[in-house]
């Protein structure tokens, strides 16, 4: 996890304690806290997404420009960066999107209770 995401999910945590702690029955209140999440974790979506795209770019760069200036022709070519793509076998940008969505869909439901259903919500937070 780099910093954003520890502080995304910093910021979401605490606005979920607020959410739940404090009996909040404003229904403005409690839309706007649900979307605040919900915004946040689109925007570290879209965030994560854009800094794999980057990396993307810089590997096809190294691959392509420096890795055939320095060995050759592609079939020489085993640099640093073709030889990681040929092994790697991570499953930690599968894991992120997951969790990243995950968080998403349960903030866009809590959302959606909040916009429809605010009684519910309020009725689900422990007692004060």
Not at 23 to 52: E, N, S, T
Not at 60 to 89: M, R
Request: a positive charge; one cysteine or more; proline letters at 2%.
């Amino acid at each position: 996890m780099n910093q954003f995401e520890i502080l995304s999910f910093t910021a979401i945590g605490a606005i979920y304690l607020l959410f739940f702690q404090y009996k909040i029955v404003d229904r403005g209140a409690l839309i706007l806290l649900a979307f605040l999440a919900v915004a946040i974790c689109a925007y570290g979506i879209f965030r994560y997404r854009a800094h794999a795209d980057v990396v993307k770019i810089h590997e096809d760069y190294i691959k392509q420009v420096v890795e055939k200036a320095v060995f050759g022709t592609p079939t020489n070519c085993e640099g640093l960066v073709t030889y990681y793509d040929k092994s790697k076998k991570s499953r930690l940008k599968h894991a992120r999107l997951t969790f990243w969505w995950t968080i998403l869909i349960v903030s866009i439901a809590i959302l959606v209770c909040a916009i429809f259903l605010p009684d519910y919500i309020t009725r689900a937070m422990p007692k004060a």
